[in-house]
């Protein structure tokens, strides 16, 4: 089978998809393209969410979750809760080759992986990270000083919810997950996903760009999705398996993606923060959809010389 390559991406994925496409123009495969593109991403220092330059966890760790996925086989690697190496993707990508009897790998196991395998350590936490954790770290002390009169159990209360807000709250501008999904000319797709999560998430946490199905999936037969956001509720309604079965039902890739944020947000959720998904058909077919307007995603093809960016429906 032959196709039109083309290579779309969630916002700030624009950074990475012209070495994607690069490669997919060369004639080479979606799994290298999508490889590249996100490396190009988690490089990006500037960009708090994913890679080298990501916000830490509660303990000031970077902690990095990343996977890929391939249509035709539906093999699937991913690493969650990974410290210390600054390309998630590739270890995912190792994780799928190298460990087939195995998708996923977590935290320390994960390292040792990464190392045996010849990856570098390097440090992840900038400077501009550490004193984004260290203001947010100040905002709580004036929290503490602002409830003085209150009863201990009321400051306790009060000082537990404001936490939790501040740990899960996005921060303003563009924010979370990088997923890139790919077609090559040999009609083959990709789908990964790559993220530093939450800002000051509870250690250990892994989300749903680690999770086949949730964050990620693909399936040559129909079509890949993947999703950014809010993990856990990718998580409770599987939301990238729910869009591809969307595809198979027949739905455009703007439609399953609608349908699926509209099944989230069906779901009680008292942080109630967004969602968003993109998907790409076999075909070369592709769209999105998010919770907030404004929200777009990038594409590639190869008459494109730099990535356009398209709007994601929203669902409101
Ligand atoms: N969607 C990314 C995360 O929840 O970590």
Known sequence: MTARPVIIGSERSDVGLPAGMAILRAGGRAIDAVEAALRECEDNEADHYVGTGGLPNARGEVQLDASIMVGSTRAFGAVGALRDFPHPISIARAVLERLPQHCLLVGEGAETFAQECGFARAELLTDEARRLYLDALGAQDAVEGEHTEASPGDRRYR????????????????????????????????????????????PGRVGDSALPGAGNYCDLRYGGAA???????????????????????????????????????????????????????????????????????ALMTVGHSAPEIRPRRLVS
């Not at 939790?164 to 979370?176: F, K, N, T, V």
């Open 159 to 202: 000082e537990t919810a404001r936490a939790l807000m501040q740990r899960l709250a996005p921060h303003d501008g563009p924010w979370g997950t990088i997923n890139v999904l790919a077609l090559d000319a040999a009609g083959e797709l990709c789908v990964g996903v790559s993220t530093s999560g939450y800002p000051w998430k509870y």
């Open 227 to 297: 999703c950014t956001g809010r993990g856990e509720m990718a998580m409770r309604v599987c939301g990238a398996r729910e869009i591809v079965d969307l595809l198979a039902a027949g739905a455009t890739p703007e439609r399953a993606c609608a349908e699926m944020l509209a099944d989230a947000r069906s779901l009680p959720d008292e942080f109630a923060a967004e969602l968003r998904a993109l998907a790409l058909t076999p075909d070369g077919r592709h769209g999105g959809a998010a919770g907030k307007e404004g929200s777009v995603y």
